[in-house]
């Protein structure tokens, strides 16, 4: 892949369980770091419609054709609206990740599935399907599934996109923004 290739970042806003949906923000980066679209949508906190309401965004970008990887600041958004990265990769044909700046206490995700969630074992198996795998920043590690490409070409694009800290520019910038929507002001840590 070229060097200044096309990075889709998603990432939701905050939000409180008295909603019922919230922000999902897109931010196409030419790498490293030069931001050329933004795209956003919304989906149901804790609901099943990230995959849908995602490939929409996507096959109706016109930045579509040109986006090498989509990145997601975890496996989930608005809650537990778990991402079927699979099912999405071949829905859009484009390679996916989704990061995470620690690694998942997975017994934890599965007990609160299992609490609070009747369809929690179809959420589980999205969840558990991927392989995790750490990688090394200059920060500290993260952890990362992924599918559509390689370990060395996820490795190169987050280490190309990652400007400052431990987040890629993509999801980074989809943060502050998501968060600017529902705040008035962009916070936390992007």
């Known amino acids: 892949m070229k060097e200044q290739v096309r990075i889709l970042g998603v990432d939701d806003g905050p939000f409180n369980f008295k909603q019922k949906t919230v922000p999902i923000i897109g931010v196409i980066i030419r790498a490293p770091n030069y931001i050329e679209g933004i795209s ?3 989906i149901t906190i804790d609901g099943t419609d990230a995959n849908s309401v995602l490939e929409k965004m ?9 986006i090498r990887l989509i990145m997601f600041d975890g496996i989930a958004l608005g809650g537990f609206n ?9 829905s859009v044909n484009i390679p996916i990740s ?5 690694e998942p206490d997975l017994a934890l995700i599965k007990n609160t599935l ?3 969630f009747k369809d ?15 990688i090394e920043t200059n920060y500290r590690p993260i952890y990362v599934k992924y ?3 390689s370990s ?33 002001e962009s916070y936390g840590r992007a």
């Open 120 to 134: 929690w074992e179809t959420r589980w198996q999205v969840i558990d399907n991927l392989d995790l795998e750490r």
């Open 152 to 184: 060395a070409e996820v490795r190169r694009l987050i280490n190309l996109t990652t400007v400052r800290g431990v987040l890629p520019e993509p999801i980074r910038v989809a943060h502050l923004i998501a968060s600017a929507i529902i705040k008035g």
């Open 147 to 149: 599918i559509g490409l």
């Open 82 to 90: 778990v991402i079927d990265l699979e099912k999405l990769y071949n």
């Open 58 to 66: 996507i096959n109706e970008s016109k930045y579509k054709d040109q």
């Open 40 to 42: 956003c949508s919304e």
């Open 114 to 116: 299992k609490k609070h």
């Open 98 to 102: 989704s990061i995470t700046r620690t």
